[in-house]
């Protein structure tokens, strides 16, 4: 129900003209004109990029055999609870966000689940070793097999999946494979302009494009992070809505506002709730622990030097989540 989009009479009542079933095929610059799949032309001044991004598919052989799923949409995601339905062992290909959801929600689901990563513990990408290692072992206390340190070689079968090949030559049975080996922005449609560049859509404080009128948002927005510093793209979704907030009242309002939000995102894996606060992108040369790892309620304190950069809290409140906004906000200076 969360996910539920809105319904039409909404849309109207907004005064949003909607156009569903179809895609932007053509999307000229200079005439500032949307062509759709349907043959329809939409003239437009300003225009908001929103494209998302799209699973990464790993160079390896047999990546389009049948009960091997890519994670993009709630069609995906419903689809792979009713393939899951049908299926006994499932084996996810990651160690990341994405990965460690999935796993967690098949292994709810009863089903027999191997997690296979390439490196030495989970969310390598974002905690540290330590907190890493309990999470990994959290995993495996729930039932996961864990394939640490493997990485994927190929998927086997004639028409749909029969195993998995790791590199190191083992061989793991599986009827179905999720793969979340990351994603990348979706700018097929903008390839070759000024609104494609190799990280993402590059944009302003306001998150418009060098392209007077465009914005950029979400997993597409390559924009300068005046918080935390340098320029980032984030694929999360509380950036992505708090994004379009911005965006939306930039092209529309008299007033200009600047993207200042710190970065922010959460998951829920099994009956952990973590809340990610700052810049998780380097290790920490110094990790501060407040409470116990056993009784899963904790909060570390990620540290470049003497900088504090990053908090990651477990099972914490909305509250404490948002104290620890002001706290990193203050650290900074900001």
Not at 1 to 14: D, G
Not at 15 to 33: A, M, P, Y
């Amino acid at each position: 129900k969360k996910l539920q989009e809105p319904t039409e009479h909404w849309y109207q009542a907004h005064k949003i003209e909607t156009r569903f079933g179809t895609v932007v095929t053509q999307f000229n610059i200079d005439r500032r004109l949307a062509v759709l799949a349907n043959g329809e032309s939409i003239e437009f001044n300003k225009a908001c990029l929103a494209m998302g991004s799209r699973p990464v598919r790993p160079p390896v052989a047999g990546v389009g055999l049948g009960n091997v799923i890519y994670l993009r949409t709630l069609r995906d995601a419903l689809a792979l609870r009713e393939m899951a339905n049908l299926e006994k062992t499932v084996i996810v290909v990651g160690g990341g966000l994405l990965a460690c959801e999935a796993a967690a929600s098949l292994r709810t689901m009863k089903l027999k689940v191997t997690l296979m990563h390439r490196d030495p513990y989970l969310l390598n990408r974002y905690i540290d070793a330590e907190t890493g290692g309990w999470l990994t072992e959290y995993f495996a206390k729930h039932g996961t097999t864990m394939l640490m340190g493997e990485s994927l070689n190929g998927f086997e079968g004639k028409t749909v999946l029969r195993n998995i090949q790791t590199k190191s030559g083992n061989r793991v049975p599986a009827g179905l494979a999720v793969v979340a080996c990351g994603a990348e922005p979706n700018l097929d449609l903008v390839r070759n302009t000024p609104l494609a560049g190799p990280h993402g859509s590059p944009v302003t404080d306001y998150l418009e494009t060098e392209e007077k009128g465009i914005y950029a948002i979400g997993d597409l927005a390559f924009y300068p992070d005046r918080v935390m510093g340098g320029v980032r793209r984030q694929t999360h979704w509380d950036n992505a809505r708090e994004q379009g907030l911005i965006a939306g009242a930039n092209m529309t309002g008299k007033k200009r506002i600047r993207y200042e939000q710190i970065p922010y995102f959460w998951t829920e894996m099994f009956d952990l709730h973590m809340d990610f606060v700052g810049d998780f992108s380097a290790q920490p040369t110094r990790v501060d622990l407040s409470g116990i790892y056993a009784k899963k309620r904790f909060i570390a304190r990620y540290y470049q030097g003497e900088k504090l950069r990053a908090i990651l809290l477990c099972q914490k409140t909305a509250r404490e989540v948002e104290s620890a906004k002001k706290e990193l906000r203050n650290a900074l200076g900001k």
